[in-house]
């Protein structure tokens, strides 16, 4: 289930203090608001699927369960999740599209978080039979955001506008017990800040995507086949060269080398 899915849910489940008694969860940006600019360059063969984007009210709060109180219940800003798409520029390789920092309406929403999701197009044999995994990029605006980064990575600061570029490679993990193959963008161990894609921006009024995917440098990733074999993954590069590892992440470095 998709974040905004799951948040739109649990939105309205728990019942909103400070505002009616149906709170009104549209955004009527002020004039004075400002925003950001969220723009994606997308190489051949991927797509941008629409953002999730989540905004929080100081105004209208909502019960959360509290295992500290005695009541078993605290307070906590309201959460009101969107899901906003890109808009094609023209014919062009760019989507793009503004989010007001200030969502207005009786609520005084801010915003709180920005994921912005890339992954290959599900038409090209490269994905056919294979559960697809984006390469997700989070963009915090407070200091609750997404807290564990939605697969994004450990979270790091930046201050102004973003220019990223990233540099992906295909990968297929095909675990053999459950007869299932699944396809990601990996670009790196995102638990390591280098290459982490979680950010807590201060300030940053555009924010400008630019991956490349390499979509002939494949690596696989394979489980045994049966329980006799050797616990581990045997990864296969884009070269042909073999490793059997216990991990379930290549060496990134090594992709490098090979793109």
């Known amino acids: 289930m998709k974040l905004s899915n799951f948040l739109s849910l649990f939105a309205l489940i728990l019942p909103l203090s400070g505002c009616a008694s149906r709170p009104d ?3 009527n940006p002020p004039a004075s608001s400002e925003w950001v600019t969220v723009t994606v360059k997308l190489p051949p063969q991927t797509e941008v699927t629409p953002m999730d984007v989540l905004y929080r009210s100081d105004k209208c709060q909502r019960e959360v369960y509290d295992e500290k109180t005695e009541s078993h219940v605290s307070m ?11 808009i094609r520029q023209g014919g062009s390789d760019i989507w793009q599209n503004r989010i ?4 207005g309406g009786m609520c005084e929403w801010k915003l709180s978080a920005i994921r912005v999701d890339i992954q290959p197009v599900k038409n090209i044999p490269l994905t056919s039979g294979k559960n697809i995994i984006p390469a997700s990029y989070v963009f915090g605006f407070d200091d609750e955001a997404y807290g564990g980064g939605e697969g994004s990575g450990r979270k790091k600061e930046v201050h102004g506008d973003l220019h990223l570029k990233t540099e992906l490679f295909p990968m297929i993990f095909i675990n053999n017990l459950l007869n299932k193959q699944t396809l990601k963008l990996f670009g790196g161990d995102v638990e390591y800040k280098k290459w982490s894609r979680h950010y807590r921006s201060y300030g940053a009024k555009n924010i400008f995507i630019e991956p490349v995917v390499y979509m002939n440098k494949v690596v696989v990733l394979e489980s045994p086949k049966s329980k006799s074999e050797p616990a581990g993954m045997t ?3 884009p ?4 490793a059997h590892e216990r991990t379930i992440i290549p060496d990134y470095e090594k992709l490098l080398s090979m793109k």
């Open 25 to 27: 969860y549209t955004l």
């Open 76 to 86: 906590d800003r309201g959460k009101n999740p969107q899901v906003i798409s890109m």
């Open 100 to 103: 007001a920092l200030d969502g």
């Open 235 to 237: 990864i296969t590069y």
């Open 239 to 242: 070269n042909g060269k073999i």
